[in-house]
């Protein structure tokens, strides 16, 4: 990790500069005084997009025809057992790919909350366990799932081979003859194809990169116009607030999980285990990294999974949820349980340490946010928002597949 690095060329004196602007009335332009400190911080924030490098472990990353078949498979309703359930009922593009609900309801209601699908190439563990490893393997569980789509490998394959658009992708993306395939290699492959086309679904320049490149780069730039109570909110969540320990980096999220003491008791006396479940699953699923149908000769991808063990601590521990986009996805946290931003910034302001695990998160103590602290918080998370940079890939109508180019 390389986040703590100084790249400044003149960041005394931009300091120093800022500092006297921001002595004056508050204009559209002003910008606060950082520290060094501060700006090698946030330059640990980006640049945004990270490079696209293919997944190693799916031969379809980055194929056009893959992405394709995975957009119309995504909006297809006829992937559920009954016809009545696509990923866009739940993954709406409108709402930042959620349902806006506070937890999922399938075939059945599900206990936890929909989660956004943007930037998830990046990604290093999927659902809100972590019980997925790459991002086809996640694609598979909606769609096996008795909860929700109810399907399986059969029932795809046949709606590959009847479907004469879906069939000619198909048979475009595989080296392998469709009769000759399994109905598991059938399913394997479309959600292959479904994970090509979420890895498109990338966000562009928020009005917070913006501002972080018009910083570092120095006095001499002109000054972007973000607004002053969300450079007070951005000095909290690198400062006081420390929610970059754990919210780190361009897509702020350190990957992994944690506890923050939301509560996890799913009623009837059952409890979501977090983490701890996830793992168990990574575990035994025929669809990880160390499986069959890795496409990753080297199975160098792999070796995240391999060295997992199970430890007491997992338990009630959920993935740290990059917050990019995070202002379009409410409600929040892996159970739906807070309605608004405003929430959630209450909830680390007063938190009941009670709640958190004895050998969990030392970090998090009550911050005690002013009114105006909480809300420049809020200003500044609202700020991590930015259109998708490809929307055509979800609007666009289909050209109908040609078996020859
Ligand atoms: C019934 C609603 C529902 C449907 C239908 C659904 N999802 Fe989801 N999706 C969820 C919920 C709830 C989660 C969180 C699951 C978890 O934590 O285990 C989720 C998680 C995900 C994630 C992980 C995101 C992350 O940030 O880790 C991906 C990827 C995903 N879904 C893709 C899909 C695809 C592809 C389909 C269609 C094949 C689909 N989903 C269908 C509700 C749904
Ligand atoms: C100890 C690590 C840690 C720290 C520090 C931390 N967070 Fe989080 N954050 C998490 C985890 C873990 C979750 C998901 C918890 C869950 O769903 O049970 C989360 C969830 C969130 C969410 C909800 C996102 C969503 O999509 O549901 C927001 C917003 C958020 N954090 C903002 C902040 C802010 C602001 C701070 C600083 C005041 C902060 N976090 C500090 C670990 C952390």
Same mark, same amino acid.
């Given at each position: 990790m390389?986040?703590?690095?100084?790249?400044?060329?003149?960041?005394?004196?931009?300091?120093?500069?800022?500092?006297?602007?921001?002595?004056?009335?508050?204009?559209?332009?002003?910008?606060?005084?950082?520290?060094?400190?501060?700006?090698?911080?946030?330059?640990?924030?980006?640049?945004?997009?990270?490079?696209?490098?293919?997944?190693?472990?799916?031969?379809?990353?980055?194929?056009?025809?893959?992405?394709?078949?995975?957009?119309?498979?995504?909006?297809? #309703?006829? !992937?559920? +057992? /009954?016809?009545? @359930?696509? =990923?866009?009922?739940?993954?709406?593009? %409108?709402?930042? $790919?959620?349902?806006?609900?506070?937890?999922?309801?399938?075939?059945?209601?599900?206990p936890r909350n929909?989660p956004?699908?943007?930037?998830?190439?990046?990604a290093r563990w999927y659902g809100w366990g972590g019980g997925a490893d790459?991002?086809?393997?996640?694609?598979?569980?909606?769609?096996?799932?008795?909860?929700?789509?109810?399907?399986?490998?059969?029932?795809?394959? #046949?709606? !590959?081979? +009847? /479907?004469?658009? @879906?069939? =000619?992708?198909?048979?475009?993306?595989? %080296?392998?003859? $469709?009769?000759?395939?399994?109905?598991?290699?059938?399913?394997?492959?479309?959600?292959?194809?479904?994970?090509?086309?979420?890895?498109?679904?990338?966000?562009?320049?928020?009005?917070?990169?913006?501002?972080?490149?018009?910083?570092?780069?120095?006095?001499?730039?002109?000054?972007?116009?973000?607004?002053?109570?969300?450079?007070?909110?951005?000095?909290?969540?690198?400062?006081?607030?420390q929610c970059n320990l754990c919210h780190f980096g361009?897509?702020f999220t350190n990957g992994e999980f944690g506890d923050i003491g939301i509560p996890f008791f799913i009623?009837?006396g059952k409890v979501d285990k977090g983490r701890y479940g996830g793992l168990q699953n990574l575990k035994t699923t025929?669809?990880s990294?160390?499986?069959?149908?890795?496409?990753?000769?080297?199975?160098?991808?792999?070796l995240k999974v391999r060295h997992l063990a199970l430890q007491d601590r997992n338990w009630g521990e959920f993935k740290v949820p990059s917050?990019?986009?995070?202002?379009?996805?409410?409600?929040y946290m892996h159970n739906?349980s807070l309605?608004?931003?405003?929430?959630v910034?209450?909830h680390y302001?007063?938190i009941d340490e009670e709640r958190l695990h004895v050998d969990g998160e030392k970090i998090l103590k009550p911050l005690?946010?002013?009114?105006?602290?909480?809300?420049?918080?809020?200003?500044?998370?609202?700020?991590?928002?930015?259109?998708?940079?490809?929307?055509?890939?979800?609007?666009?109508?289909?050209?109908?597949?040609?078996?020859?180019?």
């Amino acid at each position: 990790m390389n986040w703590t690095r100084l790249n400044l060329v003149d960041g005394f004196m931009w300091s120093f500069m800022a500092g006297i602007v921001s002595c004056g009335t508050a204009n559209a332009g002003d910008v606060l005084p950082f520290d060094d400190q501060e700006r090698a911080l946030i330059e640990s924030h980006g640049p945004w997009p990270p490079a696209f490098v293919k997944d190693p472990s799916n031969r379809l990353s980055g194929n056009q025809s893959a992405i394709e078949l995975g957009r119309l498979l995504f909006f297809n #309703r006829r !992937l559920a +057992v /009954d016809g009545t @359930l696509s =990923c866009a009922t739940c993954h709406r593009p %409108a709402t930042g $790919f959620t349902d806006g609900l506070k937890t999922a309801v399938g075939r059945s209601n599900l206990p936890r909350n929909t989660p956004g699908l943007v930037n998830l190439r990046w990604a290093r563990w999927y659902g809100w366990g972590g019980g997925a490893d790459s991002l086809w393997a996640q694609s598979i569980r909606p769609i096996v799932a008795p909860q929700e789509m109810a399907s399986s490998g059969g029932p795809i394959k #046949r709606l !590959l081979s +009847v /479907d004469k658009n @879906l069939a =000619c992708l198909y048979n475009k993306t595989s %080296a392998v003859n $469709f009769d000759e395939q399994t109905d598991e290699q059938v399913l394997v492959g479309a959600a292959k194809a479904l994970a090509a086309f979420q890895e498109t679904l990338v966000t562009g320049a928020t009005p917070f990169d913006k501002f972080r490149i018009a910083l570092l780069a120095g006095p001499s730039n002109p000054t972007t116009k973000y607004p002053l109570n969300a450079q007070r909110g951005l000095k909290l969540f690198i400062g006081k607030g420390q929610c970059n320990l754990c919210h780190f980096g361009p897509l702020f999220t350190n990957g992994e999980f944690g506890d923050i003491g939301i509560p996890f008791f799913i009623g009837n006396g059952k409890v979501d285990k977090g983490r701890y479940g996830g793992l168990q699953n990574l575990k035994t699923t025929r669809f990880s990294l160390t499986g069959i149908h890795s496409d990753d000769a080297t199975k160098q991808s792999a070796l995240k999974v391999r060295h997992l063990a199970l430890q007491d601590r997992n338990w009630g521990e959920f993935k740290v949820p990059s917050l990019r986009n995070v202002a379009e996805t409410a409600p929040y946290m892996h159970n739906g349980s807070l309605a608004s931003l405003a929430d959630v910034v209450r909830h680390y302001s007063e938190i009941d340490e009670e709640r958190l695990h004895v050998d969990g998160e030392k970090i998090l103590k009550p911050l005690r946010l002013t009114e105006r602290e909480s809300s420049d918080l809020v200003a500044f998370l609202k700020t991590l928002s930015a259109p998708l940079l490809q929307t055509t890939h979800v609007t666009r109508r289909s050209p109908v597949c040609s078996p020859v180019n």
